[in-house]
């Protein structure tokens, strides 16, 4: 019985386009729609050298330091960026450089040092803070000197050497990327977005509400046991269509789940049936029509998926600080979690601890369902 129950409740759900649409295609949309709002992102920001030049007359040519200061930032080392292109020039050289933007600015050491700029932007507010921070050390060292000319030897082996006592380390497997909780916070979406399928196998089986579920409650079978094996179908479906979107947002989009397929299947999973349940339980309690349970559906997934940061990644965060009881109870954050664990930490514990409420949500879901429906009677049919 289980076996003919599920081919045609398999061939039910996948000829309902509205709710394949919702739970596979919309999510699918929204997704490449994120791709090109989140392409490059980072590499836009990423730091290019500026270019520069320096009048090449005698007073620079006499200062040893501040050759030695800007050959430490102009210099590739292994590994880093330098701060600035540099170039030699006149001083009539140097401004028809700049009058053609072919470089940001030009430093004239003339009784001082003077910085020449077009405009005011960040490159050269980062020329002027250099030349600022070389001016204070090189003050500082001066009024050292002259104190203790002693200290002239070690002042320099410590410019030289530029020491760096501290070290850049992360505490996990993985860099931290904010971008990357808008995908999951979609996956989220998408798996609460189950509830359509949900909602379908209860009004499936109350007489008052489907033909169908009239000719169930006629029949010489269990009720409940044909919801069981048709939930058991529709969460399978459910499942197997947020896998195709798994597998076109890691696949497509680049988008890192980490390396642990078998714990992102089980997050899967996990999520497919929270969702299933959901959309049951809301089918049992409403009294209504099916367009009218859709609708509130609808009204608390996209709730919960703004709240676990889908709209605003910043809201997940506050949520948490400010109602931390929220982010245990609202599944989207669950889910969204979940894949933020197998991505960013080493050990599994907080990825259990998620999956372990997501299942523990649906169990509360599916009992309140099962206390609904068999009290169910009808007086006629």
Known sequence: ?????????????????????????????????????FNNLSSEDKFREIDIAVVDNEEYQNNQ????????????????????KLRLSTLEEAEDLLKNNQITGYILLDGGTNLAVRESGIKET?????????????????????????????????????????????????????????????????????????????????????PQGARINLAPVSKLKYFAYSLCTATLIHI?????????????????????????LLASMAGSATGVSMGAMIGALIKKGENFKSAVLVCVSMTCSFLAGLMVVNMKYMVTQVVPLMAYLNPANLITDAFYSLYYYDSYGRFYTNIGLLLGISLVFYLVVYLVLRRQRYASL
Not at 13 to 33: D, G
Not at 240 to 264: E, H, P, Q, R, W
Request: aromatic content about 12%.
């Open 1 to 37: 019985m289980f076996l003919h129950i599920f081919v045609n409740r398999c061939k039910c759900l996948l000829r309902n386009k509205e709710a394949m649409f919702w739970t596979l295609m919309f999510p699918i949309i929204l997704a490449t729609l994120f791709g090109l709002a």
């Open 126 to 210: 980062i020329i002027k803070e250099f030349l600022d921070d070389y001016a204070q050390k090189n003050s500082a060292f001066s009024s050292i000197i002259k104190q203790n000319p002693e200290a002239r030897t070690r002042l320099a082996a410590d410019a030289m050497e530029n020491k760096n006592y501290l070290k850049e380390v992360s505490p996990t497997r993985a860099e931290p990327d904010t971008t990357l909780n808008y995908y999951y916070a979609l996956v989220a979406m998408a798996c609460l977005f189950g509830s359509f399928w949900g909602i379908r196998e209860v009004s499936a089986v109350q007489a008052d509400l489907s």
């Open 65 to 84: 330091g501040f050759q030695s200061a800007l050959a430490a930032v102009s210099a590739k080392d292994a590994g880093e960026e330098s701060l600035f």
């Open 240 to 264: 197997l269509s947020i896998i195709v979107l798994l597998a076109y947002l890691s696949l497509v989009l680049k988008v890192n789940f980490g390396n642990d397929l078998l714990y992102i």
